[in-house]
């Protein structure tokens, strides 16, 4: 039985893993591709690929993690662990905070509202997604720091009694998760936040054409439309990630039992692999190369038939 579940979950890991890459990697090439022609990126098209090269990280790191669990405990040293710990926390990190950075630029960018405080965020959106990216990057360093000093507290021995140790291993632990919560929970509330005002921004929107007497399907509609869904595809695949995170941090013993261990790693790659086949799907551009490659792949596999 164990052996069937762990082919089974195996193989379902390996299928997203393939698939999330090819998302990822599709949308990384045709932007790169863009850019050398036209010598420019927008600065849409230029997180959507910065998304995308970190979330190939972090199916990387993920599937490295998987294997050296379940198929080589042997090199999974504490050093080895530490290394992966950091790279994961870092690879996820920017994976987060660029999408979210990508739902407040859809924001100030489609939004219409007022207020001068928002206009003046909508004049400076680059300055804006810049410095929210660069404050996120505090909460990075502070959780690398902390990662390391547990790791190396670990690896070494700790001079001083046990109440000492396990004082020092309570705080660094609480502080672990702490930072992890911010780091997770403040990104997810501003595309939250994101969602609600687009919202808001299209009833004002759909409220003004219907009282002056126009049709609700102009550009604009649309476009409000479209950012709400892909916004909200993020909110949902990350809660969702967020919420097994939360249960193997506050439940670490759950991981070492053989369901949850081959559980919980083809569930968490779920969210970078869908979410990038929504960010094709929301970008008109990819969409257009997306449907491309698929009729030349059909031609393709006609011919040799």
Known sequence: MITLLSTIFSVLGIIQFVLGNFANGFIALVNCIDWVKRQ????TDGIVTAVA?????????????????LLNPALYSLKVRTIVHVAWTISNHYSTWLATSLSIFYLLKIANFSSLTFLHLKLRVKSVVLMMLLGASFILVLQVVVISISGTMQRSEYEGNFTQKTKLRDILWLSHVTLFILGNLIPFTMSLTSFLLLIFSLWKHLRKMQLNGKEFQDPS?????????VVISFLLLFAFYFLVLIISIWSPKKLH???????????EVIYPSVHSFIMIWGNRKLTQAFLLFLWQLGCWLKDRK
Not at 40 to 43: A, E, F, G, H, T
Not at 257 to 264: A, C, H
Request: proline share 5%.
């Open 40 to 43: 420019k990126i927008s600065s």
């Open 221 to 229: 509609t649309k476009v409000h439309i479209k950012a709400m869904q």
């Open 257 to 267: 039992e053989e369901p949850f261990l081959l559980l919980f790693p083809t569930v």
């Open 53 to 69: 090269v970190s979330r190939i990280v972090l199916l990387y790191v993920m599937v490295i993690h998987w294997y050296l669990i």
